[in-house]
């Protein structure tokens, strides 16, 4: 079976840009996960899709992150405008029936 | 909310001797338990997971965990480590509602000759 998909690999903006990444998850699996990974860390759970809808986005930066997650399945972060502290890896998982399977991540440097 | 502890940001050990991460998390009820691992570069591969049943599971890469309770424990085990488990290995916690999954700080191990 296909894994968790996420675009860009990497990328490198300046201050103040914005930056979107998108995340495809496994086929069924109806809970989406965006992480955010600063280096050395465990990963920070940003937001939580239960289908269409949010169920956790309590530790999401709103005045300048946004996520949605289009029909249930494929899901978009955005980062609008982006600051020198959100240079991280940003990880999409998936799960179905509480197993959580991960894509390689979107490594986001901000210069 | 849960949360988890790993309190060894480090670990070495020689190549062929025993290996324990520590885990401790806090949630009310009866936790989904995880232990991934992550290579350089790369995402985060699942080693074993807890959801109930015999505490001690067994995992990929010859890797076990076992769930005390009574010390909220979830204690990563192998018996003989090779260069190639050199990787960062983190804990995390799930809820049974909504399935909220919560990582450790993580423990970086390394392997030496």
């Known amino acids: 079976e296909a894994g968790v998909a996420q675009s860009p690999r990497y990328k490198i903006i300046e201050k103040r840009q914005s930056v979107a990444f998108w995340c495809n998850p496994i086929s069924g699996h109806a809970t989406l996960y965006w992480y955010q990974q600063i280096l050395g860390q465990g990963p920070k759970l940003l937001i939580q899709f ?14 300048r992150f946004s996520a949605e997650r289009l029909k249930g399945v494929d ?11 959100d240079s991280a890896v940003y990880l999409c998982a998936s799960s179905l029936a509480g197993e959580a399977f991960f894509g390689q991540g979107t490594r986001l440097t901000v210069v | 909310a849960q949360s ?18 520590r885990c401790n998390y806090s949630y009310g009820a009866t936790p989904y338990l995880f232990w991934y691992v992550q ?16 505490t001690l599971v067994q995992g990929i890469k010859g890797f076990e965990a ?21 990787a960062e290995y983190f804990c995390a916690v799930g809820d049974t509602g909504f399935q909220k999954l919560v990582f450790g700080t993580g423990t970086r191990l390394l392997v030496s000759p």
């Not at chain 1, 986005?57 to 005045?63: C, E, I």
């Not at chain 2, 076992?66 to 050199?86: M, T, Y």
Request: net charge negative; aromatic share 6%; proline share 6%.
């Open chain 2, 4 to 21: 988890v502890t790993q309190p060894d940001i480090h670990i070495t050990v020689s190549e062929g001797a025993s290996l324990e991460l």
């Open chain 1, 75 to 85: 899901s978009t972060l955005k980062i609008q405008p982006a600051k020198l502290e």
């Open chain 1, 50 to 63: 239960q289908n269409n809808g949010v169920v956790d986005d309590s530790q999401l930066p709103k005045d």
């Open chain 2, 39 to 54: 290579s350089p570069g790369q995402g985060l591969q699942l080693l074993l997971k807890y959801f109930s049943g015999d």
């Open chain 2, 66 to 86: 076992e769930f005390k309770r009574s010390q909220s424990s979830f204690n990563l085990r192998k018996p003989s480590v090779h260069w190639s488990d050199a």
